[in-house]
């Protein structure tokens, strides 16, 4: 049985809790927040605390708050040489007090509170400094169901870059979308089959291969006519910059 | 049974010819292209034919060809008062010689000719001038298990233009984070997940909802961060413009 110590109580750290409960082979031994309130309905099932001088012992401490009080709470832990992790995409492994054995355990997704979340399909990137420390949080991760992938110190902050890019950017994307078709009164269910499509091509095929549209053909007449319809600037400013970064990438 | 003829041999055209053929109520009777290449590994199941002059009889002829090249063809079909609709999202539905009748029938999707589509999941917008012509239409789409919607002339060209930022933008945007990925040596793969998760959120909340992330929350560290690891001045431009994009939509 692993025990964990889960530290934090946002929507990283609840999605953790749910699926640790359901793990096999994995113990949430004790849940930390600074404010009770927060896990408060949980403690019928698990020891919860909100005074660090109160944790107890555990192969490893998971911390999941916000990337800005990482340090200030792996120092306060009355205690060293035991595995601390963060599950930040961005903040450094080097953040956690070097007196602790430290890692980062980091999940790819997108966690919102109140959407369910099939967690076996997240990825875990996994940074330690000790071999066994990795081996731990790789079977921590297996045990969830998930791919584990061993990550370094400069692929990890690329891999948050990016999903910045096709997360909030895209969804950013998806609501310009929006502004288009209700601005003539369409029905923006329209799109969520093409946007469905988009993602799932995809995981088939790259997305250099899988583009098309008037861009990538400089197709000169439908971008203009496109371009004619744009009356929001903003729009018009992304639509450019998108039509040059296809055409960029496609040699046009 | 309705009677269809068709006319091109690009990906819509092929697609739709698959899945004619699989409807119990719709008959391709005659298969038209320019070129008779295009098609001749299919002279064994459907007529076909490369004179306007030997088209026959049909309740309807679908033109899936390039958008340049619908007026001239409808032009020089060699009858008149019959229903001739085109596929496309962005020409004008008069774009069709005024000798017929005429109408649209624009299925909504990204169309690759080797990637399968369950077609039952596209979308198909119509746009016609005589309600009877709609009718057809519909039931046509009906027929292959589609939905159908009624646009008007100001409609469809906007979902055009909206398909273009959810498919080819979004597309271009994973293609940045593959770049980005790939730079550090990083897979990616482990945004897979991430890129379904994100389009799958949208189809149950709105893209305005479903937004999270630094530009979002207005977090100048992590974006300036962001913006340090970006060695490519045009990832800097979409990193920039999407980040003051997205901090209008959401009011910072």
Chains 1, 2 share one sequence.
Not at 63 to 78: K, N
Not at 122 to 143: M, Q
Request: glycine share 4%; charged share 25%.
């Amino acid at each position: 049985m692993i025990k964990i110590v889960l530290l934090g109580a946002g929507n990283v750290a609840t999605h953790l809790y749910k699926v640790f409960k359901e793990a096999s082979n994995i113990e949430v031994v004790q849940w930390y927040n600074r404010n009770l309130k927060a896990i408060e309905m949980y403690k019928n099932e698990v020891d919860i605390t909100d005074d660090v001088n109160a944790l107890i012992e555990a192969d490893v401490y998971i911390i999941a708050i916000s990337d800005d009080a990482i340090e200030a709470l792996s120092t306060s832990l009355p205690f060293e040489n035991r595995l601390v992790v963060h599950t930040s995409g961005s903040a450094r492994l080097y953040d956690i007090d070097q007196k602790h054995y430290r890692g980062v355990f980091y999940p790819l997704q997108t966690f919102s509170k109140d959407v369910d979340l099939d967690f076996t399909t997240v990825p875990i990137c996994i940074e330690t400094l000790r071999k066994k420390d990795f081996k731990l949080l790789e079977t921590i991760g297996e045990s969830l169901g998930c791919k584990t992938f061993k990550v370094n110190p400069k692929q990890r902050p690329a891999l948050h870059l990016a999903a910045v890019f096709v997360n909030n950017f895209t969804n950013q994307i998806y609501r310009i979308a929006h502004e288009i078709t209700e601005k003539q009164g369409a029905e923006f269910d329209i799109l969520k089959p093409l946007i469905a499509e988009t993602a799932r091509k995809v995981q088939e095929v790259s997305p250099y291969l899988a583009q098309t549209g008037p861009a990538k053909r400089n197709d000169k007449k439908t971008i203009k006519r496109h371009l004619k319809l744009l009356d929001n600037p903003h729009h018009e400013d992304v639509y450019n910059l998108m039509t040059e970064s296809i055409k960029k990438t496609h040699g046009r």
